[in-house]
């Protein structure tokens, strides 16, 4: 038995089999989500490419990155997986499809197939956990006509990563924005309160301070105190 075969064969394991100890599998993926870099050319929803899946990276050391494409339990459908890319993590100011824009809360990340067509992704049931990263997708293996590496890829503008030095807070009649622009932190804590109450009594989405808590006045009204 030469390379060659024991490569077809292992091509043909099972979904999900381990073939060594550095937790790296073999998954297949279906439907056209994920076109161009997944299933290019694909016309129907079905099961085609076969996809090299780092794991030990990401569930031992949780190592990816804005733009990988992730494999990830459904936040919809218990026992199911999605393939998608990684578009933003915690901290991060995210556009989604419609223009809406969507501050990541701790722990949470958005996630999108590159076909929008196709895809039922964050821009339909939100942002997910990050525990869901199951795998990073290394690179298609079959069919030979198809194999290579999966590239990160990120398109500009969707992204605003400076959330982690500012303060932004989203709320369901847009965003009110601040960063800290020289005059120190109590400044900039002033203008976001003016800008915050001035907007009161609209109803917050999400808030997100990186070490600074935020409470709540009666009426609406917004306190900021910066530690």
Request: charged content about 25%; hydrophobic content about 35%.
């Given at each position: 038995m030469n390379w060659q075969t024991v490569t077809k064969m292992g091509l043909w394991l099972p979904v999900g089999v381990t073939v060594n100890a550095l937790?790296?599998?073999?998954?297949?993926?279906?439907?056209r989500s994920m076109q161009p870099a997944l299933n290019d050319g694909l016309t129907q929803d079905a099961v085609r490419d076969r996809v090299l899946l780092d794991k030990f990276s990401v569930q031992m050391r949780h190592r990816y990155r804005r733009g990988d494409v992730v494999v990830l339990a459904s936040p919809e459908a218990p026992g199911e997986f999605l393939i998608k890319r990684l578009v933003g993590v915690e901290g991060?100011?995210?556009?989604?499809?419609?223009?809406?824009?969507?501050?990541?809360?701790?722990?949470?990340?958005?996630?999108?197939?590159?076909?929008?067509?196709?895809?039922?992704?964050?821009?339909?049931?939100?942002?997910?956990?990050?525990?869901?990263?199951?795998?990073r997708v290394?690179?298609?293996?079959?069919?030979?006509?198809?194999?290579?590496?999966?590239?990160?890829?990120?398109?500009?503008?969707?992204?605003?990563?400076?959330?982690?030095?500012?303060?932004?807070?989203?709320?369901?009649?847009?965003?009110?924005?601040?960063?800290?622009?020289?005059?120190?932190?109590?400044?900039?804590?002033?203008?976001?309160?003016?800008a915050l109450n001035n907007t009161a009594p609209l109803p917050f989405v999400s808030v997100s301070m990186p070490s600074s808590p935020l409470s709540i006045q009666p009426q609406g009204r917004v306190h900021i105190k910066w530690i």
């Open positions: 937790g790296v599998s073999l998954a297949s993926v279906k439907g991060d100011l995210v556009t989604d499809r419609n223009g809406r824009r969507w501050l990541l809360p701790p722990g949470r990340c958005w996630v999108e197939g590159d076909n929008p067509t196709f895809s039922d992704d964050s821009n339909a049931f939100g942002p997910v956990p990050l525990a869901l990263i199951d795998a290394l690179a298609v293996v079959w069919p030979w006509s198809e194999a290579k590496v999966v590239r990160r890829r990120l398109r500009s503008g969707r992204v605003d990563k400076e959330s982690c030095g500012g303060a932004h807070v989203a709320l369901r009649s847009g965003l009110v924005k601040g960063h800290e622009d020289g005059k120190g932190l109590d400044q900039m804590s002033n203008n976001v309160e003016q």
